[in-house]
């Protein structure tokens, strides 16, 4: 199967809010950042995997990163790989994320990501809802890299 990989739009914003909402991922905020959404669809135009990047100062913060089951790894790394590109064409110095999931700190890991701690975090990104949010969460991990 092959994949496109494209920026979103304002016009992808009904369709980017049903699969994240399906998914049970807050669309909070995504409005003010579509341009820095980065999806898969398959040939149909459907949509099967997304991933945001929430420009905070200097630094970024993932968000709704939301894949369908028929997605596999290698593909995963260009929908990164997309993500990375739209930080560093925004002069961004680091990307954070943050997981309750603790099957993804792998995959985070073969990607360049490292564990930090929340003190090492910049004040700017700890303001933010869906930081704090998933920091209540047991079993959350935070993770950067540098670009």
Not at 59 to 83: E, T
Not at 99 to 114: D, H
Request: net charge negative; aromatic share 6%; charged share 20%.
């Amino acid at each position: 199967m092959t994949w496109k990989i494209r920026s979103a739009n304002k016009e992808d914003l009904p369709k980017l809010e049903a699969f994240l909402t399906e998914a049970g991922v807050s669309p909070e905020g995504l409005s003010e950042s579509i341009e820095n959404f980065s999806l898969m669809e398959n040939n149909d135009g459907e949509l099967k995997a997304c991933l945001g990047v929430e420009p905070v100062e200097n630094a970024g913060l993932l968000r709704a990163f939301v894949v369908s089951p028929q997605i596999a790894q290698p593909d995963l790394m260009l929908l990164f790989k997309r993500a990375f590109l739209t930080a560093k064409n925004q002069e961004l110095e680091a990307l954070y994320l943050v997981t309750n999931k603790m099957s993804a700190v792998s995959f985070f890991g073969s990607l360049g990501f490292e564990m930090v701690n929340p003190s090492d975090l910049p004040p700017s990104l700890l303001e933010k809802n869906h930081l704090k949010q998933v920091l209540t969460v047991d079993n959350s991990a935070i993770m950067k890299i540098i670009l």
